[in-house]
């Protein structure tokens, strides 16, 4: 069985940090890309950064490009989305999910397998 496990949100102030943690089980985690993604109250799901676990690249939304960073721990199945220079717009529920073939890396109906999120909160 397919499982992500999301955690390490919280309540933060402007300009602090988080990291978040996806703990992937189930499957082969060499082979799959793992992507991270938000979803604010009244707004579509959106794509924040993601993770070819099989070549190690990554790929950002240009809002967080210099500010998260995604890392992959292979020997835990862990994946990782550190997050620096927090602003209230990035107050939102963030989700992992994984796929084994995922050609647009933002698009979360490429990803079959989703976590259960964890609330991120950006204090001004």
């Known amino acids: 069985e397919v499982q992500l496990q999301a955690s390490g949100g919280g309540l933060v102030q402007a300009g602090g940090s988080l990291r978040l943690s996806c703990a992937v089980s189930?499957?082969?985690?060499?082979?799959?890309?793992v992507g991270w993604f938000r979803q604010a109250p009244g707004k579509e799901r959106e794509g924040v950064s993601c993770?070819?676990?099989?070549?190690?690249?990554?790929y950002y939304t240009d809002s967080v490009k210099g500010r998260f960073t995604i890392s992959s721990d292979n020997a835990k199945n862990m994946v990782y989305l550190q997050m620096n220079s927090l602003t209230p717009e990035d107050t939102a529920v963030y989700y992992c999910?994984?796929?084994?073939?995922?050609?647009?890396?933002?698009?979360?109906?490429?990803?079959?397998?989703w976590g259960q999120g964890t609330q991120v909160t950006v204090s001004s």
């Open positions: 999910a994984a796929d084994g073939t995922v050609l647009a890396v933002f698009n979360p109906y490429e990803y079959d397998y």
């Open positions: 993770i070819s676990i099989y070549d190690g690249s990554t």
């Open positions: 189930g499957f082969s985690f060499e082979d799959y890309a």
